[in-house]
């Protein structure tokens, strides 16, 4: 390190809670409540980071003196599995060689594919050398113990600068709903174009005729014994797939008890009893799709809780954006438009890294290409489109 940050000392904690919360809070540059202290901290004291599913944290923080300047949550990873950025097929390869990719080191928000800071460095003059001075003592901390690769997963544009030239640049595409001042659903609705606008209003129609009763309730409103309802239609879901339910009933009642009113909820209603949900967290700019789960098969119902519930809270509070979770393609028909994300990944090995960076130049040209062509089918009416969110 050189300028100010030569005096900085690097220190890896195994527990988030050995940093104190409101150092760590201080440093967030903006108010995402995937990178509060609350948030990580109930992952790790509710048994969802756990060593044997592959998740040990490692969390970076940076000292000058006694005093906290920067933060990374960090984690040492035994598999890939929670991270939205696949990289199976470079572990597949790196071990054919005869080498171990695992453990590897994450710089991320675990089981959370949604972009942020994660060089929390606050938002001053100093900021940009302390997020290059987050990423060397990583980078070091990765030849210290002799791993195979540090990975950045969903960065923000602030953190990019930070990575330097020997850092692979990986993009994919999100779809993610932009408001654009509408006064109500109607009004997002007069913007798509006619096609789009009236298959919507039929899936609605068809959730309404179900006679389900739907509801947006804010996380801090409910009981305990609701939020355990939830989380059996979330924990249902994943098993139903095949698919393994990372998140605990502890975590769920966690989410209530430490974010309040930044955890909304769509629920639809038989009678009395939760049939579904769809589980919500925001920011002051942005809502989250998160997670979703259902007792009943009732048609358009998921995309009522999961799409339609979410913009309309949107619109209601004034919230810029609503991301609605990984992959999808259907949600383009849905009013959410294609969106980069950006990745940054260190590997240790030369020769490795430049057969990956090959790899990568060929992948980012096919993902900018789905881009454009999912652009060319725009939702949106040709005279009220709004600006693409790539």
């Known amino acids: ?37 609350a948030f990580l901290h109930a992952l790790e004291r509710t048994g969802c980071i756990r060593e044997d599913w592959g998740w040990a944290p490692h969390h970076l923080g940076l000292y000058d003196g006694d005093r906290l300047v920067a933060v990374a949550p960090l984690y040492l990873k035994g598999n890939s599995h ?4 696949f990289d199976w097929s470079w572990a597949s390869a790196w071990e054919r060689a005869g080498g171990e990719y695992y453990p590897k ?53 602030d953190d990019l600068p930070a990575f330097d030239e020997v850092w692979l640049a ?18 997002f609705l007069a913007s798509l174009n006619h096609k789009k606008r009236k298959n919507i209003r039929q899936e609605r129609a068809q959730v309404a005729r179900s006679g389900l009763r739907i509801e947006r309730r804010s996380g801090a409103g409910l009981s305990p014994d609701e939020w355990r309802h939830v989380h059996a239609l979330y924990e249902a879901t994943f098993d139903a797939k095949g698919n393994h339910a990372a998140l605990t009933r502890a975590f769920f009642l966690a989410l209530g008890q430490t974010l309040g009113d930044a955890v909304q909820l769509a629920l639809a209603y038989d009678a009395e009893r939760i049939v579904a949900m769809a589980l919500l967290i925001q920011s002051q700019s942005t809502l989250y799709g998160r997670y979703w789960g259902s007792a009943v098969d009732v048609p358009g119902l998921h995309f009522e809780l999961c799409y ?10 004034g919230l810029t954006c609503f991301e609605p979770g990984a992959q999808g393609e259907h949600k383009l028909a849905r009013g959410f438009l294609p969106t980069f994300t950006h990745s940054r990944h260190y590997l240790a090995h030369p020769q490795f890294r430049r057969a990956v960076h090959d790899a990568l130049v060929h992948e980012t040209a096919s993902v900018r290409a789905y881009a454009e062509e999912l652009h060319a089918h725009s939702p949106y009416a040709r005279d009220r489109a709004p600006e693409p969110g790539a």
Request: proline share 6%; glycine share 8%; charged share 20%.
């Open 105 to 157: 080191l994450l710089n991320a928000v675990p089981y959370s594919p949604v972009s942020g800071s994660r060089l929390l460095a606050g938002r001053d003059a100093r900021s940009p050398t302390l997020r290059r001075a987050l990423v060397t003592a990583m980078r070091g901390e990765v030849d210290r113990l002799g791993l195979s690769s540090l990975h950045a997963n969903f960065l923000t544009e």
């Open 170 to 187: 990986r993009t994919d595409v999100q779809f993610h709903w932009h408001n654009h001042g509408y006064a109500d659903f109607d009004a």
């Open 82 to 85: 929670g991270e939205f950025v």
């Open 1 to 37: 390190m050189s300028g100010p940050a030569t005096a900085l000392q690097a220190r890896f904690h195994a527990r988030i809670d050995e940093i104190p919360a409101a150092d760590w809070d201080a440093l967030r540059p903006d108010g995402s409540p995937f990178l509060s202290h």
């Open 308 to 317: 339609y519930q979410g913009i309309e809270h949107a619109i209601a509070r």
